[in-house]
Nanobody, 127 residues
């Protein structure tokens, strides 16, 4: 069973950068696609970015150029580098893992359709 632990959230000012980490444990973690999602207060959880087991990436169009997903296979960790943060980026950011990269995208069908979720890390961007 894969388990995920996110870290790196916090309170920052607009324009700042943060790097979120998601550490995965479990025998099959390297074969899973990993992704980042976020949920702002009162809104549904939305896709941010994903990376496949062999390094292909997918990022929602509105965040391309500001958010970058990467993966360290040796550390079983996925990162989300977030630059030029805006107040509207304020949300709880969740890491997810699933055997199928195709399930991770703006079309993702809800939390029950991805196998593993982390507990989330709060990012607050002040103006």
């Amino acid at each position: 069973q894969v388990q995920l632990v996110e870290s790196g959230g916090g309170l920052v000012q607009a324009g700042a950068s943060l790097r979120l980490s998601c550490a995965a444990s479990g025998r099959t973690s390297a074969t899973y696609a990993m992704g980042w999602f976020r949920q702002a207060s009162g809104k549904e959880r939305e896709f941010v970015a994903a990376i496949s087991s062999d390094g292909n990436t997918r990022t929602i169009t509105s965040m391309k150029g500001r958010f970058t997903i990467s993966r360290d296979y040796a550390k079983n960790t996925v990162y989300l580098q977030m630059n030029s943060l805006k107040p509207e980026d304020t949300a709880v950011y969740y890491c997810a893992a699933d055997p199928q990269f195709a399930r991770m995208g703006p079309w993702y069908a809800g939390t029950s359709n991805l196998e593993i979720w982390g507990q989330g890390t709060l990012v607050t961007v002040s103006s």
